[in-house]
């Protein structure tokens, strides 16, 4: 059974910095690429950023290019989202999602390309 356990979200101050954490079991996670997401109140959940299964590629959405970084361990199965600059506009639920992609370069930016989810964990940025 697949399970991805976020941490690190919190309460920060405008221009603030978080580090996200997504330990992943039940999977070989080498095999998976991974992607952040993020779901506002009232808002559809939306793409963030994603990595490859070799953390060789990694995409961004336009709202986020520049100030957060996706990494990966494949040695401890954990993806993580270092988030700098952070805004008012941030403040969401973050989830992190597996996808099975049989190529090792792609990143997906579609929801439904994601087979597993976790539960997400909350980031708050107060102005």
């Known amino acids: 059974q697949v399970q991805l356990v976020e941490s690190g979200g919190g309460l920060v101050q405008v221009g603030g910095s978080l580090r996200l954490s997504c330990e992943a079991s039940?999977?070989?996670?080498?095999?998976?690429?991974m992607g952040w997401f993020r779901q506002a109140p009232g808002k559809e959940r939306e793409f963030v950023g994603g990595?490859?299964?070799?953390?060789?590629?990694?995409y961004y959405a336009d709202s986020v290019k520049g100030r957060f970084t996706i990494s990966r361990d494949n040695a401890k199965n954990t993806v993580y989202l270092q988030m700098n600059s952070l805004k008012p506009e941030d403040t969401a639920l973050y989830y992190c999602?597996?996808?099975?992609?049989?190529?090792?370069?792609?990143?997906?930016?579609?929801?439904?390309?994601?087979?597993?989810w976790g539960q997400g964990t909350q980031v708050t940025v107060s102005s």
């Open positions: 039940g999977l070989t996670f080498s095999s998976y690429a």
């Open positions: 999602a597996a996808d099975s992609t049989f190529s090792s370069t792609t990143v997906n930016v579609s929801i439904n390309n994601y087979d597993s």
């Open positions: 990595i490859s299964r070799s953390g060789g590629r990694t």
